[in-house]
C-alpha cells in the first residue's frame, strides 16, 4: 500500500495583492534575484563558484574530499574540494564528461564518465590532486558506437565497477584491475543512476527514460525485478543497511521508497511546495542526515531543498524548505553540513562590460575578441554552477527558510486554479468559463531578441543601435505591434531551440532535456532530438496537443513537431498538414503560408476550422551569410511577408470575429538585445486585442501557454504556465472587427548571399539541417556584419537577473 506525504509548508504565507512590472537589475530592498522565468532565487549559506552545469556531487568514504562532474555546453571538467575548509583543490578539464562518478574505497582514484567518448576515466588521487586519466573503453567514441556511460558503483574491494548508459540503455559490468568489460546486460529505457547494496548482491538502477528501477542479481548477472515508480527516475539512495531504497523522481515531483526486502515501494513523498499533480518541482537529488531520519531532497525547477523527517518508517512528515541556488542537481550531506550543486549557479548572468568586440569562438562558452580582456559570453555555455555550503537548520531557521522559498515561488494552488485576470475580459480566469474567443492561432519562428526586430519603435522599450531588421524588413511586425499591442518585456523560458520547441508547447522542458542539450549543444555527441523524436524527453502528462485531445478541443499543426504529414507525436497522427514542412532554410516561408491557406479554406468549407492551430513560420533563424543562400534580410523579410498574409487571410475568413493569433519565437538565439538576450519580440493579434494599446508588464513563453489553455478550456501544464501572468492587459472586451492588411515586402526575397568573405567562410562551416545546430553567437555575428557591414562589431548579448518594481493593478482574487 502507497502512502503520501505531502510537503506543504504554509507558514507565514503571503499572497501579494498586486502585480509588479519588472526591469534589469538586483532587488534592492530584498536581495532577491528574479530570473527570467519568474521564479526568484535568495540562496541558504555559503557559495563556492563551480564549472557549467554540476550535475553530480560526490563525497570520498572518509569525507575529506568532494567531487564534482560539470557537464555544460562550455568547459566540462571534475572539480576536487575540500568540503570541510570549503575550497577547490584542484580541476582538470576534460573533453567528454558525464553524470557518473565513484570513488574507490581506499580513496586513490576517482572514476569518472567520460561521456560520449564512451569510456571510464581512471584518475589517481595523489597528495589531494588529480593525475592525468587512465582509460577504459567501452567501445569507439561517439559516433562510431552510442554508448555514454552515466552512474557507477564499485565494489569495496575495488574489484569491479558497475556503469549503467544513457545511449545504448544498457548495465556495463567492468573488470577494474584487467581494465576490461566483462558482460554487457539491455536495460528497457536510457538509465541514469545506479547503487551497490551494502552485500554486493544486488544493483539498483534507475531507468531514467521510463519510471522503473531495475533490480539486477549480480552473482547471476540477472535483471530479477522491475519496480514501479515515479516517472523519470534518477537519483538512488541506499540508506546504511541496504533495507531502504529512495528514489528521486523528476516528472512526478516525487520520492519513492522501496522497501528492499519485498522490492515494494511503501512509501511515496510528494515534494512540491503546495497540494500539485502539476509537473515543475523536478526531483532530482537525495541526501539522508548522518543519523538518518532527515532526508534532504533537492527540486530543480523550485530551486529549493524539501526537508522530511524520515525516521518512522512508512510515516515520513514535511518539515519544511530551504532556498539554494538555479536548478539544484544533486545534494550531500556531511556531518552538520549540507551541501548542493545548483546547476546554473545564482543568476542568469549579466553582462556588466557593456558592448565587446566579437572574434572566433572557443570551446569555453565564450567568444574570444581582440584582446584578453575582450571576452564575450555565449547563453549555452552560461551555467556557471555554484556549490551551496548550508548549516543544517533547527526547527526555527528552517521555518524562516521556508517562508523565504514560498516568497521566491511565484506558483501556488490558487493561480492553478484560478489565474490573475479581470472581470469582463475576453481571457476566463477559470477553465471551464466561456470566452468569446473561439480559435487560437499559435505561430512559433526561430531566434530573434526584442532589440535586433523591434528595437527602433519609439513607444517601445528598445535600443535602435542594436535593430538589424527594422520597419524597412519588418513592415509587418511593426504594424501588427503598432495597431494592436506593443509588448516590450517579453521574455522566453528557454536558452536555445533544444529546450525552446519543449517550453513553447509544454510549458515545461524535462530534466532529460535540461541535462543534455548542453553536451550536445558542445558538439560532443549524444542523441539531439528534443522536438518529439526521443519519448524520453516528453512531459508527464504530454504536450498541448495531448491536452486538447484529452479535452475533446480540436487541434491541427503545420509543420511543428512535424514534417511533410509526418508526426513527431502520436497526439498528432491524424492532426498534422501533410503540405506543410518542418524545419529547412531552404524552404520561404511563403510555402509554409501557400501550404496552411490551401488547408484552411479547405477546412473552412466544411466548418471545420480547429480550435487550436500551431503553426511553424521559421525562416527569421536565417542561413547567415552561406553562399548561395537567401541573404539573412531576405529571409527575415520572407518570415513577415509570411506573417503578415497569414493574419490578413484569417482577419478576411469568417472566423476572424472569434479569432486570435499569438506570435513568438521558441528562443532568442543569443543576440544582442541591451536589456537581456532571453528578451524577444512578442505579438498578438485579433478583434478582441485592444488597439494601439503598449503594454509593459513582464511576459513569458508559459503566459502566452496559460493565455491559450483559459482561451480553449486546458487545464495548466506545469507550474511555469500556472504561475506565469496571462495576457489580460492586452485584450478588451470591446471587439474590433477592422480586418488586418498585409504590408508587402520592400526588398527583394529573393536576394542571395554572393559575397565571398570571412563571414561567408564561416558561414560554410555551420549545421543549418536543424535549427540551433549552427552555434548561436558566431551565427549572430554573422548576420549582424551582413546588415551593418563586415568591418563592424557586435555588441555582447546581455545577460540579467530582473527587479521588481511596483506597478499595482487590482488582483480579483480577494
Not at 134 to 162: E, V
Not at 645 to 674: C, M, Y
Request: proline letters at 6%; a neutral charge.
Amino acid at each position: 500500500m502507497k502512502v503520501y506525504r505531502i510537503s506543504i509548508i504554509l507558514i507565514g504565507l503571503i499572497i501579494n495583492c498586486h502585480v509588479f512590472a519588472q526591469l534589469p537589475g538586483k532587488q534592492k530592498q530584498t536581495g532577491q534575484v528574479l530570473l527570467p522565468n519568474g521564479w526568484k532565487l535568495s540562496p541558504a549559506g555559503r557559495s563556492l563558484p563551480l564549472g557549467d552545469l554540476p550535475l553530480n556531487l560526490q563525497l570520498s568514504p572518509s569525507g575529506k574530499l568532494l567531487a564534482v562532474t560539470n557537464n555544460g555546453q562550455s568547459t566540462q571538467s571534475i572539480q576536487l574540494i575540500d568540503p570541510q575548509h570549503e575550497k577547490v583543490l584542484d580541476e582538470k578539464e576534460i573533453g567528454k564528461a558525464w553524470y557518473g562518478l565513484a570513488f574507490s574505497h581506499d580513496e586513490k582514484h576517482l572514476y569518472a564518465s567520460g561521456g560520449n567518448d564512451n569510456c571510464i576515466l581512471d584518475y589517481d588521487l595523489r597528495n589531494n590532486k588529480l593525475k592525468n586519466p587512465d582509460t577504459i573503453s567501452l567501445g569507439l567514441p561517439w559516433p562510431q558506437n552510442k554508448i555514454c556511460p552515466t552512474g557507477i558503483a564499485i565494489t569495496h574491494d575495488d574489484s569491479r565497477l558497475y556503469t549503467v548508459t544513457k545511449e545504448d540503455s544498457s548495465i556495463y559490468i567492468i573488470d577494474l584491475p584487467a581494465r576490461k568489460v566483462l558482460n554487457k546486460i539491455q536495460l528497457p529505457t536510457i538509465a541514469y543512476s545506479c547503487v551497490l547494496s551494502p552485500d554486493e548482491q544486488t544493483l539498483y538502477v534507475s531507468l531514467w527514460g521510463g519510471n522503473q528501477v531495475i533490480v539486477l542479481n549480480t552473482s547471476s548477472q540477472e535483471i530479477t525485478s522491475a519496480v514501479n515508480v515515479g516517472s523519470h527516475p534518477n537519483e538512488l539512495l541506499l540508506n546504511k543497511k541496504g533495507l531502504l531504497l529512495y528514489v528521486a523522481n523528476a516528472n512526478d515531483n516525487s520520492v519513492s521508497i522501496i522497501n528492499t526486502a519485498t522490492n515494494k515501494v511503501i512509501e511515496t513523498l510528494s515534494t512540491t511546495l503546495y497540494p500539485t499533480v502539476l509537473t515543475g518541482s523536478t526531483t532530482n537529488g537525495l541526501a539522508l542526515s548522518a543519523n538518518e531520519k532527515t532526508l534532504y531532497i533537492a527540486n530543480a525547477d523550485n530551486n529549493c531543498l524539501a526537508v522530511f523527517d524520515v525516521s518512522q518508517v512508512g510515516n515520513s512528515k514535511s518539515q519544511g524548505f530551504i532556498p539554494v541556488g538555479w536548478y539544484p542537481t544533486n545534494v550531500k550531506v556531511l556531518g552538520n553540513k549540507i551541501m548542493v550543486s545548483n546547476g546554473k549557479g545564482m543568476s542568469s548572468l549579466p553582462n556588466p562590460e557593456g558592448p565587446q568586440p566579437i572574434s572566433k569562438a572557443d570551446n569555453s562558452g565564450y567568444q574570444t575578441g581582440s584582446t584578453a580582456n575582450n571576452r564575450l559570453q555565449y547563453i549555452a555555455g552560461l551555467f556557471k554552477g555554484s556549490l551551496s555550503f548550508i548549516d543544517a537548520p533547527n526547527a526555527d531557521q528552517l521555518k524562516d527558510y521556508t517562508k523565504q522559498v514560498y516568497a521566491n515561488t511565484p506558483f501556488n494552488d490558487r493561480k492553478a486554479a484560478q489565474a490573475e485576470g479581470e472581470a469582463g475580459n475576453p481571457i476566463p480566469r477559470r477553465q471551464g468559463e466561456k470566452s468569446p474567443i473561439k480559435h487560437v492561432f499559435y505561430i512559433i519562428k526561430e531566434n530573434r531578441t526584442y532589440d535586433q526586430v523591434l528595437g527602433d519603435m519609439k513607444k517601445g522599450n528598445g535600443d535602435k543601435s542594436l535593430c538589424l531588421f527594422g520597419d524597412e524588413v519588418t513592415p509587418n511586425h511593426h504594424a501588427i505591434a503598432n495597431e494592436f499591442v506593443l509588448m516590450d518585456n517579453f521574455y522566453v523560458n528557454a536558452e536555445v531551440s533544444a529546450d525552446g520547441h519543449n517550453w513553447s508547447m509544454a510549458a515545461y522542458a524535462t530534466d532529460v532535456v535540461e541535462k543534455t542539450w548542453p553536451t550536445s549543444y558542445g558538439k560532443r555527441g549524444g542523441t539531439t532530438d528534443f522536438e518529439g523524436g526521443r519519448k524520453a524527453t516528453y512531459p508527464r502528462d504530454g504536450f498541448i496537443w495531448d491536452y486538447c485531445k484529452r479535452a475533446g478541443v480540436t487541434y491541427r499543426s503545420y509543420g511543428e513537431f512535424a514534417d511533410y504529414g509526418k508526426a513527431h507525436l502520436k497526439s498528432l497522427q491524424g492532426h498534422v498538414c501533410a503540405q506543410s514542412p518542418g524545419f529547412d532554410l531552404d524552404i520561404k516561408d511563403q510555402v509554409r503560408v501557400d501550404a496552411w491557406q490551401h488547408d484552411f479554406d479547405s477546412l473552412v468549407n466544411v466548418n471545420a476550422v480547429p480550435q487550436f492551430s500551431t503553426l511553424r513560420i521559421s525562416n527569421d533563424h536565417t542561413s547567415g551569410q552561406r553562399k548561395g543562400k537567401y541573404t539573412p534580410t531576405a529571409a527575415v523579410a520572407d518570415n513577415d511577408l509570411a506573417i503578415g498574409r497569414i493574419l490578413e487571410h484569417l482577419a478576411q475568413s469568417p472566423v476572424w470575429k472569434e479569432t486570435v493569433v499569438f506570435i513568438l519565437e521558441d528562443d532568442a538565439q543569443n543576440g544582442p538585445d541591451h536589456i537581456d538576450a532571453h528578451r524577444s519580440p512578442v505579438f498578438v493579434a485579433g478583434p478582441y486585442v485592444k488597439r494601439n494599446a503598449v503594454v509593459h508588464s513582464m511576459y513569458s513563453t508559459s503566459g502566452v501557454l496559460r493565455t491559450i489553455e483559459l482561451i480553449l478550456g486546458l487545464p495548466p501544464m506545469s507550474q511555469y504556465d500556472a504561475a506565469a501572468l496571462p495576457l489580460y492587459e492586452c485584450f478588451t472586451s470591446k471587439a474590433d472587427y477592422t480586418p488586418y492588411k498585409c504590408k508587402p515586402a520592400r526588398i527583394d526575397l529573393d536576394f542571395r548571399n554572393v559575397a565571398v568573405n570571412k563571414s561567408s567562410k564561416r558561414s560554410e562551416l555551420f549545421n543549418f539541417n536543424k535549427e540551433d545546430a549552427a552555434p548561436d553567437l558566431d551565427l549572430n555575428e554573422v548576420i549582424w556584419k551582413s546588415v551593418k557591414g563586415e568591418s563592424s562589431v557586435m555588441p555582447a548579448p546581455k545577460r540579467s537577473a530582473f527587479v521588481l518594481l511596483e506597478k499595482k493593478k487590482k488582483d480579483d482574487d480577494d
